[in-house]
């Protein structure tokens, strides 16, 4: 039984649900041509019968699951290769899944809402590095509501299915692993921050950091002062490096305007807003150009400038 989002309206998380359909019966009854949708849910449905655990999250009830359509799926696990790992396929799949959460964009308030997935240590450890808690995905609603999952685009709920023990959110988007913070960064363009941590052979901590916010400067905020940062030490850079990198997650939901953050290089920063998000730092403000980027440890935000300790900026030589 389909519900549609304005049929739906603001009780659909208040009521019970009344569809004599399981979510896998959604999904057996979209998996083949001719069911009367515009798209086909004939792969995410074989990956969960082929996962025994992440179908166990699915039928365990009050759950919420993002199905991507065959037409997102396909290429996207086919473009991940050898990478596509019995493995990661399951954290993919318990990325997909909300637990104890019915997400409906039809029937919620919130403009942006942290949806907490069942990817979570220790189970999928490899693929995820949080201190507790599942891994997130921000939900932006709208005409159409769209998700971010910590790739450059994001995908749109198509249509919103109610089920007898959950719901159904068909997305234009396989949601692929969130990955560390620098396969991040290079995928956000942020080259010079990875080429700058290799230097500062801070790569594998970073990428290892739990429960942090990481603030990647774009590449023309680096190139501003390549000369000088040609100049530093390896424990100068470090430290210019670690004074971008906050000691907790912290998304554009959560955000406490004015809040002093502690960094790993010592001064603190903070962030306000939330569609127009900005990082402070010294009286230095710069710009969130991508917030919300999820990643293995936690968060990253996408920033237009450095933050750095005033008497930094001095010795660097930018005003």
């Given at each position: 039984m389909k519900v549609s989002v304005s049929a739906i309206g603001a009780f659909a998380l208040l009521t019970p649900l009344v569809s004599g359909q399981t979510i896998m019966d959604i999904f057996n009854t979209y998996s083949h041509v001719g069911s009367g949708k515009s798209y086909t849910l004939a792969n995410i449905t074989d990956a969960l019968k082929a996962d025994p655990a992440a179908l166990a999250l699915v039928n365990q009830g009050g759950s919420t699951f993002f199905a991507p359509i065959d037409s997102s799926y396909i290429p996207a696990v086919?473009?991940?290769?050898?990478?596509?790992?019995?493995?990661?396929?399951?954290?993919?799949?318990?990325?997909?899944?909300?637990?104890?959460?019915?997400?409906?964009?039809?029937?919620?308030?919130q403009a942006y809402a942290l949806l907490e997935t069942a990817l979570k240590?220790?189970?999928?450890?490899?693929?995820?590095?949080?201190?507790n808690g599942g891994q997130k995905i921000v939900a932006l609603k709208g005409q159409p509501t769209k998700l971010k999952y910590g790739q450059p685009s994001q995908a749109v709920i198509l249509e919103t299915i109610v089920a007898s023990n959950g719901i159904v959110n068909v997305i234009d988007q396989?949601?692929?692993?969130?990955?560390?913070?620098?396969?991040?960064?290079?995928?956000?363009?942020?080259?010079?921050?990875?080429?700058y941590l290799g230097?500062?052979?801070?790569?594998?901590?970073?990428?290892?950091?739990?429960?942090?916010?990481?603030?990647v400067?774009?590449?023309n905020a680096f190139q501003a002062i390549a000369s000088t940062l040609a100049g530093y030490s390896t424990q100068q850079l470090q430290t210019l490096l670690q004074s971008h990198i906050i000691k907790q997650t912290v998304f554009s939901t959560n955000i406490?305007?004015?809040?002093?953050?502690?960094?790993?290089?010592?001064?603190?920063?903070?962030?306000?807003?939330?569609?127009?998000?900005?990082?402070?730092?010294?009286?230095?403000t710069a710009t969130v150009v991508n917030s919300d980027v999820t990643v293995a440890g936690g968060a990253m935000h996408v920033i237009d400038t450095q933050i750095e300790h005033l008497s930094r900026r001095r010795v660097l030589g930018v005003s």
């Open positions: 086919g473009g991940l290769g050898a990478a596509a790992t019995p493995n990661y396929l399951h954290a993919a799949l318990s990325y997909h899944t909300l637990l104890s959460q019915l997400y409906n964009p039809g029937g919620s308030a240590a220790p189970i999928s450890s490899q693929y995820v590095n949080l201190p396989f949601l692929l692993v969130p990955p560390a913070v620098s396969a991040s960064a290079s995928t956000f363009g942020a080259t010079q921050f990875v080429k230097q500062a052979n801070m790569t594998s901590m970073v990428d290892g950091l739990s429960g942090v916010t990481v603030l400067p774009q590449d406490v305007g004015g809040a002093a953050l502690t960094t790993f290089g010592g001064p603190s920063v903070s962030l306000s807003g939330t569609g127009g998000l900005t990082a402070t730092g010294d009286n230095v």
